[in-house]
């Protein structure tokens, strides 16, 4: 594969994700324009919609284009050498977690408690660190890959609370809040459902469910999030 046209692609790569960050930052710090009513702010906000979604279409089209043009680096010159450094590569992109990854473990739901009692109300709703404790109990029990609501955990990843939702790397959730992990599936089981933290929610009917599964997959992390992750769930202040 011609080596100036593989430096075009990951040019263009590199220029796309500039696009959609600057886009996402312009939409969310922009101040609206005097006099705008609510139904022309709603018809520029489907319009910045649409203008994302091709956007993240072609951002994928050249992540395609960038994987196949690794595949057929080996394929093509048939090294040793070039094959056995695309090996490590495709090893460190696994443990990075730039790799979707399978196989058994468990999903545990959460779900804020739907009646509130005589307890603080911040008792009765999930917060980011019920979430954290969590997921470091599936880490300190051999969790090989994790996933909060499609969005894979990698070591820096710390879910945020954000008034009613959750921020998972930049992007918001409202609950349910899916916990996903790859592991042996009774340890993980067993050490969810015996954590303190889990019993107290539960006394206050935060939902917890725990489950074991033969087949999980855990899609790899993303380094751009969509414009609906980024407004899902906000609040309206009147």
């Known amino acids: ?132 404790d969590i997921l470091d109990e599936l880490k300190a029990n051999g969790a090989q890959a994790i996933s909060v609501n499609g969005e894979r955990v990698m070591l820096n990843t710390r879910p945020v609370c954000a008034g009613p939702t959750i921020i998972v790397n930049e992007s918001r959730y409202p609950p349910p809040y899916v916990i996903e992990a790859i592991g042996d599936p009774d340890i993980l089981y067993d050490a969810i459902e015996n954590m303190p933290q889990v019993a107290f929610m539960r006394l206050t009917n935060i939902r917890i469910d725990v489950e074991k599964q033969e087949e999980i997959v855990i899609n790899r992390f993303r380094m751009y999030s969509t414009l609906e992750n980024l407004l899902k769930g906000l609040e309206v202040v009147k």
């Open 1 to 132: 594969m011609n080596r100036g046209i593989r430096a075009i692609t990951f040019l263009l790569f590199f220029i796309f994700g500039l696009l959609i960050n600057l886009q996402f930052k312009g939409i969310i710090l922009a101040e609206p324009k005097n006099g705008a009513s609510a139904k022309e702010l709603a018809a520029q906000l489907e319009l910045e919609k649409s203008e994302n979604a091709k956007l993240m279409e072609q951002l994928a089209n050249l992540e395609a284009e960038r994987d196949m043009l690794w595949r057929n680096i080996g394929d093509t010159l048939n090294n040793q050498q070039i094959n056995e450094l695309l090996k490590m590569k495709d090893y460190e992109y696994l443990r990075a977690g730039l790799t979707a990854v399978s196989g058994k473990g468990v999903v545990i739901t959460m779900e804020d408690a739907p009646a509130k009692g005589e307890l603080d109300i911040n008792e009765y709703i999930i917060h980011d660190n019920n979430i954290n």
